[in-house]
């Protein structure tokens, strides 16, 4: 059973950094992609970025300057660094790994940007 466990999520200042880690576990089979998502309250979920098996590294643009996707997808493991948060970041952090044509959503983690 494929499981996708997000962590690192907390209560943070404005202008702090934060960094979120995603684990796929319970399956052998290759990872072909991992993506970063986050839905703040009353809005819709939204991409942040991906990154591929190979390693390549996409994101959406409002997001770039400040938002850093790292690890190994044939490790199974990412990170999400998050730079010069602002209370507007405050969301539930997911990650979604794609196992072929399958899609696999973890729980979320919330960051919660406030002083």
């Known amino acids: 059973q494929v499981q996708v466990v997000e962590s690192g999520g907390g209560l943070v200042q404005p202008g702090g950094s934060l960094s979120l880690s995603c684990v796929v576990s319970?399956?052998?089979?290759?990872?072909?992609?991992m993506r970063w998502y986050r839905q703040r309250p009353g809005k819709g979920r939204e991409l942040i970025g991906v990154?591929?098996?190979?390693?390549?590294?996409n994101y959406e643009e409002p997001l770039k300057s400040r938002f850093a996707i790292t690890g190994d997808v044939a490790k199974k493991t990412i990170y999400l660094q998050m730079h010069s948060l602002e209370p507007e970041d405050t969301a539930v952090y997911s990650c979604r790994a794609q196992i072929g044509v399958d899609y696999y959503w973890g729980q979320g983690t919330q960051v919660t940007v406030s002083s």
């Open positions: 319970g399956t052998t089979a290759k990872v072909d992609a």
């Open positions: 990154i591929t098996y190979l390693g390549r590294v």
